[in-house]
């Protein structure tokens, strides 16, 4: 793949987001379906040496241990009203698909300020739900309390990394949080895992390549892409993070997208997965645009889990 076509034309995206959104909801497609979680720019120019530009890789690296801005991203959404489109799919062991859920819904306020949600459209099918009422996949659990439950209240104090308070289950999401909102830092409790998400402490860096680029996002912001790429000389088990690439506007270096590639395997975990997260700027803010995911997971005393999603957010207004 030339990575210079890391494509998102504008002026093609209608055409090509109406066929994704097709391919989605067509309900005689049985078999797998993958988002596209490529991190929709358009390179201009790979960068040789950054430091002709007066950065260097300890800039970038700092930046994104530094950043919060995809979790207070998902805090000011809620200051305004938008659609939202969500498409979520599982599926078997043979990779088809065995259960669909949709949700359009419009998120407002009431008079007295209180967020409100309307669904516009809902509808489930396959095997999702236990006896309970509960989601079949922990997958699905994650996906309603980071997305669903984001669209209902505001979200509580903090960064988007892991809190030491809270039983099992609060420990589960604070990890997750960890994985999504902060990628490159260390998650514990993890076995096997861990120690390895820590991809810029000194034993982790010499297994992975920085790359860097100019591009343009949504045809006219002018970003670096600057990329994290496990090296090809590295042993597959070396390093659970393949690749994190980060989107930084040039203008003010906040970070606008970002995409990340989990795998690992043993006897004991399976894990794939891959997430790209995309912001947009309303109003001054930085707010969700689209989120894609798609992965398969498979550990110790839980079910095999395979699912992917793609979440997209639009017609913000005040």
């Known amino acids: 793949m030339d990575h210079r076509l890391w494509t998102f034309n504008i002026k093609g995206t209608v055409i090509a987001f109406s066929l994704l959104l097709s391919a989605f909801c067509s309900t005689a497609q049985t078999k797998r379906f993958n988002p596209d979680t490529i991190i929709t720019i358009v390179i201009d120019t790979p960068i040789v040496n950054i430091r002709s530009h007066r950065l260097n890789t300890q800039d970038f690296i700092d930046a994104v241990l530094a950043d919060t801005g995809f979790f207070q991203a998902f805090r000011n959404m809620k200051k305004y009203s938008f659609v939202a489109e969500n498409y979520i799919y599982t599926y078997d062991k043979k990779n088809r698909i065995d259960g669909r859920i949709y949700r359009k819904l419009k998120h407002t306020f009431n008079p007295n300020g209180k967020p409100v949600i309307e669904y516009l459209a809902k509808r489930d099918s396959g095997s999702l739900y236990k006896k309970d009422g509960k989601y079949e996949l922990y997958t699905l659990n994650m996906f309603?309390?980071?997305?669903?439950?984001?669209?209902?209240?505001?979200?509580?104090?903090?960064?988007?990394?892991?809190?030491?308070?809270?039983?099992?289950?609060?420990?589960?999401?604070?990890?997750?949080?960890?994985?999504?909102?902060?990628?490159?830092?260390?998650?514990?409790?993890?076995?096997?895992?861990?120690?390895?998400?820590?991809?810029?402490?000194?034993?982790?860096?010499?297994?992975?390549?920085?790359?860097?680029?100019?591009?343009?996002?949504?045809?006219?912001?002018?970003?670096?892409?600057?990329?994290?790429?496990?090296?090809?000389?590295?042993?597959?088990?070396?390093?659970?993070?393949?690749?994190?690439?980060?989107?930084?506007?040039?203008?003010?270096?906040?970070?606008?997208?970002?995409?990340?590639?989990?795998?690992?395997?043993?006897?004991?975990?399976?894990?794939?997965?891959?997430?790209?997260?995309?912001?947009?700027?309303?109003?001054?803010?930085?707010?969700?645009a689209k989120v894609t995911y798609q992965g398969n997971w498979d550990i110790p005393f839980h079910k095999t889990e395979k699912a992917s999603f793609l979440i997209v957010q639009k017609a913000y207004s005040k």
């Open 144 to 288: 309603d309390y980071i997305f669903t439950n984001a669209y209902k209240s505001v979200y509580n104090s903090g960064n988007g990394t892991a809190s030491a308070n809270g039983g099992k289950d609060q420990s589960y999401k604070d990890k997750l949080k960890t994985l999504i909102f902060a990628p490159g830092r260390r998650v514990d409790g993890i076995p096997f895992i861990s120690s390895k998400t820590e991809i810029f402490s000194p034993d982790m860096r010499q297994y992975y390549d920085y790359q860097f680029a100019r591009g343009k996002y949504l045809d006219t912001i002018p970003v670096y892409r600057f990329r994290v790429i496990q090296k090809s000389s590295t042993e597959d088990n070396d390093v659970v993070i393949k690749e994190l690439t980060t989107i930084f506007d040039m203008r003010t270096f906040e970070i606008l997208g970002r995409y990340v590639n989990l795998r690992y395997h043993n006897i004991f975990i399976d894990l794939d997965v891959q997430m790209n997260m995309e912001l947009i700027n309303f109003n001054g803010e930085l707010v969700p």
